[in-house]
């Protein structure tokens, strides 16, 4: 089964608050797992990854937690402020030969004063 | 020019046209693709392209033909599309065998079928 499931579809955080993003997977050959931001007119592009050796990764305000028993991982935005407002996508990469990403849906974020 | 630039940005198409969306990469990367993506959907993977060479064709309708001359150039013709062929096309470069799998995303070419 190739496809991430990710959710909320959509989520509206007051400024300073944390938003939380999640997404599940049912492949066990899934070996990296990157999170894209994407702008209104703009493509997307990589903010965060992670490999399932280690159950979390922080890099400033942005965190992944990784659950490998539950195949889950999840994007936290601390202290989430109006420029973070963007669509988010998870991704997932399999260990096939190929260096193919698997995208979920999508999660549109709006920040709030 | 640096990154993945694409062009046109936008597309207004009738289903009997034929047009070609351009993309290039100033990356220096090896491998190409050409993503479509729709409203409430996830990105879907159409073709991938190695040192040139076609890897991955995803069950691509053939009103889509696929164009890759050298490693930082990537085409995608178009005709006899419909109208749910109307998406953003977004293209990216990666540098394949690197251990890196980070994709650089053009800003997309936003067609329009009528």
């Known amino acids: 089964q190739q496809q991430v499931k990710q959710s909320p579809q959509s989520l509206i955080v007051q400024k300073g608050g944390i938003s939380i993003i999640n997404c599940a997977y049912e492949?066990?050959?899934?070996?990296?797992f990157p999170w894209y931001q994407q702008f209104p007119g703009k493509g997307p592009a990589l903010l965060i990854a992670?490999?399932?050796?280690?159950s979390e990764k922080k890099e400033g305000r942005f965190t992944i937690s990784f659950n490998k028993s539950a195949k889950q991982f999840s994007l936290h935005i601390m202290d989430s402020q109006p420029g973070d407002s963007a669509t988010y996508f998870c991704a997932a990469k399999g260990n096939f030969g190929n260096e193919k990403l698997t995208f979920g849906t999508g999660t549109r974020l709006t920040i709030i004063p | 020019e640096t990154g993945v630039t694409q062009t046109p940005r936008h597309l207004v198409m009738g289903m009997t046209n034929k047009k070609s969306l351009k993309c290039e990469q100033h990356?220096?990367?090896?491998?190409m693709y050409w993503y479509k993506q729709s409203a409430k959907k996830p990105l879907e993977l159409m073709f991938v392209y190695n040192f040139k060479e076609q890897t991955e064709n995803n069950s691509v309708p053939s009103r889509f033909s696929p164009e890759c001359p050298n490693s930082s150039h990537l085409f995608l013709h178009l005709h006899t599309l419909q109208p749910e062929d109307s998406a953003l096309y977004l293209c990216?470069?990666?540098?394949?065998?690197?251990?890196?799998?980070?994709?650089?995303f053009g800003p997309g070419t936003r067609l329009t079928v009528t």
């Open positions: 990356l220096g990367h090896n491998a």
């Open positions: 492949n066990t050959a899934f070996d990296y």
């Open positions: 990216a470069s990666s540098q394949a065998g690197s251990n890196s799998y980070e994709q650089y």
């Open positions: 992670i490999r399932p050796d280690v």
